[in-house]
């Protein structure tokens, strides 16, 4: 269990304060909309109202304190920024923003984010993989060059084992997991390749992305 702060509750930061609180955290989530805070009072174990850009309001939460801060403002980028070198001055000790483009991005970990996450991004890209693909049935991009996707198994691997195949060497990949009826499971070398399951697998995207295209 962790101790979160989270600064600003629109739809992305509501969410994450409803996720967070269900996985067992204590977060404190902070806007200077009070409207937007009264749907969250049954989720997190304090709310206030105030302007995070006011070096006195921010201080006053004692973000140092906090496991993670999480600046999840997405309507002014200028006050994004300006809270994210804010929370690092003082001494917090993660910060994570919330970025539309790789500028933003860039200018974010310039001014003290620790870790920078695209929402937007990240689910146009799912939408667009989901779209493109009949095969691909979940997306994540880990970096410019690698992503997990959850795909199905390409049809020459039918009833052969991973070890058979040698789906590492051969194609460059791991797989991480087999999803079968919303479960996971950590498949060994002798697990057989199933039309019935789901394969998770994480490696280069252009090398996955061509792997796929041979199931269209």
């Known amino acids: 269990m962790k101790s979160l702060l989270i600064i600003g509750a629109g739809r992305f930061g509501a969410l994450l304060c409803r996720n967070l609180s269900g996985l067992g955290n204590e977060v404190m989530v902070v806007d200077d909309d009070e409207r937007k ?7 997190v174990v304090e709310a206030k109202i105030g302007d995070c850009t006011r070096a006195d309001v921010l201080r006053s939460l004692g973000p140092e304190h906090f496991d993670a801060c999480i600046v999840c403002v997405t309507d002014a980028f200028q006050s994004s920024l300006e809270i994210t070198n804010q929370l690092h001055e003082m001494g917090a000790k993660k910060v994570i923003s919330l970025a539309s483009t790789g ?93 019935a399951e789901h394969l998770i697998v994480m490696g280069r995207t252009d090398t996955i992305h061509e792997l796929v295209g041979k199931n269209e």
């Open 37 to 43: 805070l009264a749907d969250l009072l049954d989720c």
């Open 103 to 195: 500028i933003q991005a860039k200018f974010l970990r310039t001014n003290g984010a620790d870790e920078v996450i695209y929402p937007e991004r990240d689910m146009a890209n799912r939408l667009a993989m989901s779209i493109s693909y009949n095969t691909v049935f979940d997306f994540i991009q880990l970096s410019d060059e690698y992503s997990i996707f959850e795909i199905v198994p390409l049809r020459s691997w039918l009833g052969r084992s991973i070890r058979a195949v040698n789906v590492r060497a051969r194609y460059g990949i791991s797989i991480l997991g087999v999803k079968k009826d919303g479960k996971v499971t950590m498949p060994g070398p002798d697990y057989a390749f199933s039309e």
